[in-house]
């Protein structure tokens, strides 16, 4: 049986090597039944008639393609993760390419230079690198076709056909986004983001692009064809050249070419081409050799890297300080999340395969900072930068840099210190209470020790009533992560039938999950959060998040009653923003937001029982009033954004 498979494999390899050389062969004794090649020296002819500007031009635009080349080498390094610098990787891309298409084999001469001039790239990681280059490259190479057989057509029929491709390759995009992670056997496979994909897709038409041009630019004088006419044609053919891994394309691009551009005469086509492989895969390829000879002289003029204290940190969600500006930024707990420390700058972040969103305001630092920090972390990640339900303050900073805002949500925000049902504002509210209290209701405050079974039981009764519980912004039933909370348990004759839970930390507690049995008595909810009003007056604090709810024009079809329940405390309504870099990237972030929020990942425990500097219980009213952080005035804010608007 081994013996069996290791023939198997062997003849695979074998039928690797031997068939790009086999259709080398066959396409070039068509090449020469169909067209009548001119002799070596009126080809040398020819090409000594193209203009030493033409040359130049040349040298110009195959240099212009191969750097393009290296950015689409880096955009493929920060998605396997390989944590190398960028100007490395897009060296070495350019150098394994410009050997790899004229030696042809691109699999295994592509891993072989990748694995060769970055050490430290094992060679698994060499491999996948040039398999998702080869696989990225082709699928971007075979849209742009489709769109040029579409501009170009001549009949229904070939724009028809050009128009699926392009359609069937924005399906697939649509299925990364839906489903960015596949299940492949026992591993799994995670695709590119749609940021990825349009990177990639611009560095692969001008790449193409490029080179068609240096070809256009070395065809000898008097052919008259122009430029649009010719790349059309040379992209396909560049398809073609590649799909059969022959040594440098030859064979199966020239007779594609000849087959797709029937007008221009046979040897001064060949003529060019030859030319063409002089400049585009000659003399890449010469100096790609002398580098992978000595390798060390790809980092020629890179500083070489230091320990970067002060730079940019990915630490644990458990590291977060009980000491920060937002409660709900403890979310991250069980989002996925992690902290980003940049410089001095702390930032709560969740790096999704769309979105690297950072929830609320910093943790630490100022604002003016962090949306260039966030940036330069979600471009090592190919994903999008976003701000989610930041505060007005924040939404500025970033709309002076350039970013695009909208409202999307409003916080309701009460002080416990001055809090009172008094007033007509409250009617709801005490009639509310009144029926809670008559139904036998009684709460209690609970912390670290909870009746887990119990509320288990009611948070699967409330699933089954609801359906299935939202995440990444808000908490789902954990008990871990619960027992990071403040839990107000409601019962009714002994029995658990709801409880609320609150982030906590040193100035602010937030409201999170809030469940309830079917039937529950009227104003079970109101009187959970009335004594958890109460609670925070005696901790000391002046401030009671009860989260936010949506604030903008489809907002009236998403509410469900919540801002009516939260309306009965007479909040003070905080505005909350999103904020992305452009309006492209906005959209994309908010989609991918809702893709979350609906779609959670499966719940996971928390990995530490405690965060850093968390306090115990009997020292927690103490630690909210000596610490407490001023918050800002977040109406005068929200009236300078609309102005500058």
């Not at 498979?5 to 259709?23: E, G, H, M």
């Not at 029995?495 to 999950?513: G, P, Q, T």
Request: proline content about 6%; glycine content about 8%.
């Amino acid at each position: 049986m081994t013996r069996k498979l290791v023939n198997t494999l062997s003849a695979s390899k074998l039928f690797r090597i031997v068939a790009p050389l086999a259709i080398t062969a066959v396409c070039l004794v068509i090449l020469a039944h169909k067209v009548a090649l001119p002799p070596v020296a009126e080809l040398w002819a020819l090409t000594s008639q193209i203009p030493v500007l033409n040359w130049i031009g040349a040298v110009l635009a195959t240099a212009l393609s191969f750097w393009s080349l290296g950015r689409y080498d880096a955009v493929a390094h920060r998605h396997l993760r390989t944590g190398f610098d960028d100007r490395l990787t897009s060296r070495a891309g350019i150098a394994s390419i410009a050997f790899s298409q004229t030696v042809g084999f691109g699999i295994f001469t592509g891993a072989f230079a990748r694995w060769r001039l970055l050490p430290g790239l094992s060679p698994l990681q060499a491999a996948q690198l040039t398999g998702f280059v080869g696989v990225t490259f082709l699928s971007s190479l075979a849209l742009i076709c489709g769109i040029a057989m579409v501009l170009t057509a001549k009949s229904a029929n070939t724009a028809l056909l050009g128009a699926l491709i392009p359609i069937t390759l924005l399906a697939f995009a649509a299925l990364c986004f839906r489903f960015p992670n596949w299940q492949i056997g026992k591993r799994t496979v995670r695709l590119p983001s749609l940021r990825a994909l349009g990177a990639l897709s611009i560095w692969t038409f001008v790449d193409i692009a490029a080179a068609g041009t240096a070809l256009w630019l070395l065809l000898p004088v008097g052919h008259g064809l122009s430029l649009l006419d010719l790349l059309p044609a040379y992209f396909i053919a560049l398809g073609l050249a590649i799909v059969s891994s022959s040594p440098g394309g030859a064979g199966p691009l020239e007779l594609a070419l000849l087959a797709l551009l029937p007008a221009i005469e046979p040897a001064t086509l060949v003529a060019g081409l030859l030319a063409f492989r002089i400049i585009y895969y000659a003399l890449p390829a010469t100096l790609a050799g002398l580098v992978l000879l000595w390798p060390d002289r790809l980092s020629f003029g890179l500083k070489a890297q230091t320990p970067d204290y002060l730079g940019e940190q990915d630490r644990p969600a458990t590291s977060l300080r009980f000491e920060r500006p937002q409660a709900e930024s403890g979310i991250i707990l069980q989002n996925g999340g992690h902290v980003l420390a940049a410089g001095l700058n702390k930032l709560a972040v969740l790096d999704s395969p769309q979105v690297s969103v950072a929830f609320f305001d910093p943790l630490l630092g100022q604002n003016e900072e962090v949306p260039s920090a966030l940036a330069r972390h979600a471009q090592q990640h190919n994903t999008v930068p976003c701000f989610y339900k930041c505060s007005a303050t924040m939404a500025l900073a970033t709309r002076k840099q350039g970013w695009k805002v909208l409202r999307i949500a409003a916080d309701a925000i009460v002080n416990p210190q001055t809090y009172t049902d008094a007033g007509s504002s409250h009617r709801q509210l005490r009639r509310k209470l009144r029926h809670a209290e008559k139904a036998g209701l009684s709460v209690e405050a609970q912390w670290g020790e909870l009746p887990l079974q119990e509320m288990a039981e009611v948070d699967a009764t409330w699933v089954a009533q609801h359906g299935r519980a939202l995440g990444t912004s808000m908490g789902q039933f954990e008990g871990t992560y619960l027992s990071q909370q403040l839990v107000f348990l409601a019962r009714q004759n002994g029995r658990l039938i709801a409880f609320v839970s609150f982030h906590r930390c040193a100035n602010e507690w937030a409201l999170d999950l809030v469940r309830m049995v079917p039937g529950a008595p009227d104003g079970t909810g109101h009187l959970m959060i009335r004594k958890a009003i109460d609670a925070a007056k005696e901790a000391g604090l002046d401030r009671l998040s009860l989260s936010a709810v949506a604030d903008h024009r489809f907002a009236h079809r998403l509410d469900g009653g919540l801002r009516r329940f939260k309306t009965c405390f007479a909040p003070r309504w905080e505005p909350r923003y999103i904020a992305a870099p452009s309006w492209s990237a906005l959209a994309l972030a908010l989609a991918e937001l809702v893709r979350l929020i609906h779609r959670p990942a499966p719940v996971a425990p928390v990995s530490a029982l405690a965060m850093s500097g968390q306090p115990t219980q009997e020292n927690a009213a103490q630690s909210s009033s000596d610490d407490a952080v001023p918050h800002i005035d977040h109406e005068e804010n929200a009236i300078a954004l609309r102005r500058t608007a």
